[in-house]
């Protein structure tokens, strides 16, 4: 049956996150490269994990979660906090993390000596990469564009839908960001966590900049990290003074305009 938020009958790979779901219009693209972008501690690990877990519970697909950057100890004590048994996902078969090396991945290593046995042995639909951003600081521009159209191409090829994680500096206005290094046209959709400034108190911000073949919502949305996971509220739309330093009446408007800019395809 079709999803009565999607406006075609594509399939759709569902974060489990409801109110994101419906920001995507019922989900992600099936076999879409996704990145996900985000300043430390905006709760990518988080939603990914969240995306990860949904895929082994309500869709029977299993999952690999490729990290080079934390140790995966460290994965199933922050996982345990909210309550996912990751041990227990990976002793049915369901679930493999990966920590590695950058060099096994790059340049004279390849994702498929890396990563065939655990797609195997979890009949792997969804990859999370945490992060693309770390693999990237081994390369240079180009040899990063042609690193992730591999990556992203393997992906594709063995019909797996991808969550690659892009960790963005703090500031706004910086350079290393997912536009700068040329990544964007290489994904199908961008999703983008912020921090934000109001009244005085930090909250967070998500945006959905580009999706490929899909109408999604374009507003700011807050949400939260709970001890059950990420939630999502309502619009932005109708605060001052969103981003600090640009204190008007419709930044966050301007400000997705601009980061959407950003995305758009060279
Ligand atoms: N069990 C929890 N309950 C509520 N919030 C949490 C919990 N664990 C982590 N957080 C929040 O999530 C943030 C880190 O999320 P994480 O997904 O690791 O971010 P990132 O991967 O973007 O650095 C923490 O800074 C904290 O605010
Ligand atoms: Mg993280």
Request: proline share 4%.
């Amino acid at each position: 049956m079709m999803d009565p938020l999607s406006k075609t009958s594509a399939p759709r790979v569902k974060t489990g996150i409801a109110e994101f779901d419906a920001m995507l219009r019922g989900g992600f693209m099936k076999g879409d490269a996704v990145m996900l972008a985000g300043s430390a501690g905006t709760g990518k690990t988080t939603l990914a994990l969240q995306y990860l877990i949904n895929g082994i519970r309500t869709a029977g697909e299993g999952g690999i979660y490729l990290t080079f950057e934390q140790h995966p100890d460290q994965i199933y004590r922050d996982a345990e906090n909210f309550g996912w048994d990751l041990r227990k996902m990976e002793a049915e078969d369901k679930l493999r993390i990966v920590f590695t090396s950058p060099d096994l991945l790059v340049g004279e290593g390849d994702p498929e000596s890396l990563l065939e046995e655990p797609i195997r042995a979890v009949n792997a639909r969804r990859i999370v990469v945490d992060s693309l951003s770390h693999l990237s600081m081994f390369g240079k521009n180009d040899d990063i564009r042609q690193e992730t159209y591999r990556i992203v191409n393997f992906f594709k090829l063995r019909g797996m839908s991808a969550l690659l994680i892009w960790e963005s500096p703090q500031m706004l206005g910086q350079s290393y960001s997912i536009s700068d290094v040329g990544l964007s046209f290489l994904v199908d959709a961008i999703v983008s966590l912020k921090f934000v400034e109001i009244d005085s108190s930090i909250r967070r911000a998500m945006v959905v900049l580009k999706m490929r073949g899909s109408d999604h919502d374009k507003s700011l949305r807050e949400y939260e990290v709970t001890p059950t996971g990420i939630k999502v509220r309502a619009p932005f739309k109708d605060y001052q003074g969103l981003m600090s330093g640009s204190p008007t009446r419709s930044s966050s408007e301007r400000f997705v305009d601009l980061m959407r800019k950003a995305a758009k395809e060279k």
